[in-house]
């Protein structure tokens, strides 16, 4: 199984809301990454996960707070965003390695926030 | 911090044409992935290159890395309508889990 899946694939959400975006995957990878991703540009790194801790985090606001509940799995708590959070969120795995950083992509979740 | 320059950033060829697309930085990097994002999906892995001077073919892509491991480029071959997407270039060796990914080319190839 080489496939990271993301639900929702699709969320609109109001300011005042709390939503969390999902992700999984079963490639036994230890490394689990949350990228911000607008039209047409590279993908944001916001959070890594090593051995399911947190070993970066790009000074992401408060507002998003990811958590990582097991090996396979890693979600992005939302809450009080602001429109212009409005982006493709996606969701990529890896080995912990440092030489080849090769990251698997989910299809991602479409954000709108109004 | 370490930087990747992509150009061109956008791209529109004919079916058929050739291209090439360049990945160029100040830094040395321990590999560089290049993948292709198509609309409303996440990016796909293409290849990985590793050792300065590789060259590595994927059907009618040829991807090579420098001698000093500090750029890439990526040609396509008698591109396809399929080829069609957003190209990116990521550079590994910056911190542990963390890749550096250049700007993009928006490729557009017309039947």
């Known amino acids: 199984d080489t496939e990271v899946t993301q639900t929702p694939k699709h969320l609109v959400m109001g300011m005042t809301n709390k939503k969390s975006l999902k992700c999984e995957q079963h490639m036994g990878h230890r490394a689990m990454y949350w990228y911000k991703q607008k039209a047409k540009k590279p993908p944001e790194l916001m959070f890594v996960y090593s051995y399911e801790k947190l070993s970066i985090n790009e000074s992401v606001p408060s507002r998003f707070s990811p958590e990582c509940p097991n090996s396979s799995l890693l979600n992005l708590h939302l809450h009080a965003l602001q429109p212009e959070d409005s982006a493709l969120y996606l969701c990529a795995s890896s080995q912990v390695q440092q030489v080849r950083n090769e990251q698997f992509f989910g299809p991602g979740t479409r954000l709108t926030v109004l | 911090t370490q930087l990747l320059e992509q150009s061109p950033q956008f791209l529109s060829i004919q079916e058929g044409e050739n291209l090439t697309v360049y990945c160029n930085s100040s830094?040395?990097?321990?590999?560089l992935q290049w993948y292709r994002q198509e609309p409303g999906e996440g990016p796909v892995l293409l290849v990985t290159?590793?050792?300065?001077?590789e060259v590595k073919k994927l059907k009618r892509l040829t991807f090579q890395f420098g001698d000093a491991r500090k750029d890439s480029s990526l040609h396509i071959t008698a591109a396809q309508p399929g080829d069609t997407g957003l190209y990116l270039c990521?550079?590994?060796?910056?911190?542990?889990?963390?890749?550096?990914f250049g700007d993009g080319t928006t490729l557009t190839v017309k039947p």
């Open positions: 830094s040395v990097f321990s590999s």
């Open positions: 290159v590793v050792t300065g001077g």
């Open positions: 990521a550079g590994a060796g910056g911190g542990a889990g963390k890749s550096t």
